[in-house]
Structure formats: structure tokens, C-alpha cells
């Protein structure tokens, strides 16, 4: 918190734990998360082939080995997830909460590692006590906030700027910040 206070980004008010944050310019924070931050960069990432067929047959797969809890969509899956997809990209690319589980995934989801592209990204977190924040329905697999999706999209090689575009164009939160990053 002081070093966003001491650049600009954040302002203080009150003493103790009475203390309230607000962000003077949520612009400069974007431009330096985008700046400093690459999924390909913090993250272990791991590329797959799967025997099954989609979507459909992943997130039974995960239910089925009671697996559902301990991965959050992410990349595009997750941007799919909030409702703005742009590409035709028919992959998978989860989150791995815990990677111990990594072994019972690729036996779930009948994965093969593969070198070049993938069906099936397997990701390691950078910021993990994000996504645990964004847990919350136990009915369906969780999807990776909004922002941090956008993020990670913004330096992820296959159509990943593309698709953090069009995220910030459309999601007023982002929208809003994101337009006067463009214009410079």
C-alpha cells in the first residue's frame, strides 16, 4: 500500500484500521500491471492433448474425479466463462489451485504432454490467493476474475491481446480505464 500511495496510485484516509483506500488513477496501475506482468513470464505452464472431446467431456471429467474445486478457468476458457468470447478457440486452460493434483488431473482429463499447441493448459498461479478469493459456487467449475483474466490475456501468445481488447472494450469496469490506455 505505500508504494501505491508513494507513486500516485493510491490515496489514504484516516489512521489505523480506520484507515480507507481509494485509487487516485487506476490508469497508471493498469499500465504498469501490463507493463510488469506476463502469464507466460510468472507462471508454470503446461500444454496438453486429451483423449476426450470438448468442453463438455472436460468439465464431466472434473466432476466425475471430484476435481472441480481445485481448478479455475482461466485465459480464454475464463473469458468465455464471463461471457466475452472472441476467439474459436475450443480449449481448456484451468488454473491448478494445488499443484499435487497435477497427476490426478492428466489421469481425469486423459491428457499426453504435447510440445507445440495444446487442447489442455494446465497453470500454475502467480497471484493463487486471487483466485481463492473468487471461489464461491460449488455447483460449477470457478472462473478466474475478470481483471486478472484480462491481464493474462494481454501477453498470452494465441490470440491472447486480441481477446484482452475486446474483454476491455466491453466490461464497463475495464472499459472505462482501459480506453485511455489506447489512446496514447
Not at 475464463?78 to 466475452?84: I, K, T
Not at 493463487?128 to 472462473?143: A, C, R, Y
Request: aromatic share 10%; with cysteine.
Amino acid at each position: 500500500f505505500n508504494i501505491l500511495a508513494s507513486k500516485g496510485l493510491l490515496q489514504t484516509e484516516g489512521v489505523r484500521t480506520s484507515k480507507k483506500f481509494t485509487f487516485k488513477n487506476p490508469k497508471l496501475l493498469l499500465e504498469s500491471w501490463l507493463e510488469h506482468y506476463s502469464i507466460v513470464k510468472k507462471c508454470k505452464i503446461r500444454t496438453y492433448r486429451s483423449a476426450l472431446s470438448g468442453k463438455t467431456d472436460w468439465f464431466k471429467a472434473l466432476k466425475k474425479a471430484g476435481l472441480e474445486q481445485n481448478v479455475i478457468l482461466a485465459l480464454h476458457s475464463a473469458a468465455d466463462a464471463n461471457g466475452y468470447k472472441n476467439t474459436n478457440l475450443e480449449g481448456l486452460e484451468l488454473y491448478v489451485l494445488d499443484p499435487s493434483i497435477r497427476s490426478k488431473l492428466e489421469k481425469a482429463l486423459l491428457l499426453e504432454p504435447q510440445e507445440r499447441g495444446y487442447e489442455v493448459l494446465l497453470i500454475e498461479p502467480y497471484y493463487k490467493s486471487l483466485l481463492k478469493q473468487n471461489t464461491k459456487d460449488d455447483n460449477k467449475i470457478n472462473f478466474c476474475p475478470v481483471l486478472l483474466t484480462f491481464l493474462d490475456l494481454y501477453h498470452f501468445p494465441l490470440r491472447g491481446q486480441e481477446q484482452a481488447e475486446f474483454l476491455a472494450e466491453r466490461v464497463p469496469e475495464l472499459k472505462r480505464i482501459y480506453k485511455n490506455i489506447k489512446k496514447k
